[in-house]
């Protein structure tokens, strides 16, 4: 037996995947209860994946500025979603039907139409229960991150490390019988259309390093290498958000950030939101060590 090419592997999954989401494809317009307010006793996430959590400076607040931060924390997390989600459909839109995506173009067509969807009710999500959608803060894809080669990687790679990092969240709010059926619901549909995603993102990620690798420099390789860790460090520092603390009542809120982001805890948790992400990036040796 021969054995498979990177292209016929890519190939494969792509078919595996858009059959998947044909068959999986639903009306997001209504598939959503929107009740016109949120009734959420309690938290609007759960305790255990807020930034705060484990911290000294959360032992200090009281429950009700805990719930408090989960609200906007919510919102925060809900608002970088669309962020992100704009900047890779500007990305995919731009490659979809070119010169080297004619395998990924099929799959393209459906990562686009659900993306558009995810950002829509993301958005909805916000501006009905928050009144807003917080503004960009995130590490800009800058004027030249180098040859196309390089481009390509860094725009996979900047995807698929956006996405699993959601859905580290996404597929344990999605279950947790704590939050209000609504937030369950949106993150339980996320994680399930995001499963595809990431799976396919993996594809074209090793591709395209195997093609960087093959093709490139060694400086672009190194490029590349680096490129994902900063990128990675800086979307989990962007989680902790001032303009949430200071949201949710709390004093001094950028120096609260400060205290929780070097709060001992935190390490460890950090690491647990990016443990598949830098296993798999580690495999195929496209990310420096931290
Ligand atoms: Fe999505
Ligand atoms: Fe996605």
Request: include cysteine; charged fraction near 25%; glycine fraction near 4%.
């Amino acid at each position: 037996m021969p054995t498979k090419t990177h292209e016929d592997q890519l190939q494969s999954v792509v078919d595996r995947l858009s059959a998947a989401a044909e068959a999986d494809y639903y009306n997001p317009y209504k598939r959503f209860a929107w009740p016109d307010r949120l009734d959420v006793d309690g938290y609007w996430m759960s305790p255990e994946l807020m930034t705060v959590h484990g911290t000294s400076a959360a032992r200090e607040l009281d429950e009700k500025t805990l719930q408090e931060i989960s609200k906007w924390e919510s919102g925060h997390f809900y608002s970088l979603n669309v962020h992100g989600i704009r900047e890779l459909l500007i990305e995919v839109v731009r490659r979809i039907h070119t010169t080297g995506f004619e395998i990924p173009t099929k799959f393209f067509h459906h990562f686009v139409g659900e993306e558009n969807e995810h950002m829509w009710f993301f958005a909805e999500f916000c501006l009905r229960y928050l009144g807003k959608i917080y503004p960009d803060r995130s590490m800009s894809f800058g004027t030249d991150p180098g040859s196309p080669l390089v481009q390509n990687f860094i725009v996979f790679s900047r995807i698929l490390i956006f996405e699993e990092i959601v859905d580290y969240f996404n597929s344990r709010m999605g279950s947790d019988d704590r939050l209000h059926p609504t937030i369950r619901d949106l993150n339980k549909i996320h994680h399930e259309d995001e499963s595809r995603h990431i799976a396919f993102g993996r594809q074209l990620v090793t591709l395209a390093f195997q093609k960087v690798c093959d093709d490139g420099t060694d400086d672009e390789r190194e490029f590349c290498r680096t490129y994902t860790r900063r990128f990675l460090d800086s979307s989990i520092a962007g989680l902790y958000s001032p303009a949430v603390y200071r949201d949710a009542g709390v004093t001094n809120p950028t120096a609260f950030r400060r205290e929780v982001m070097n709060d001992p805890a935190r390490a460890a948790a950090n690491q647990a939101m990016s443990r598949r992400t830098t296993s798999f990036f580690h495999r195929i040796d496209a990310m420096a060590a931290a």
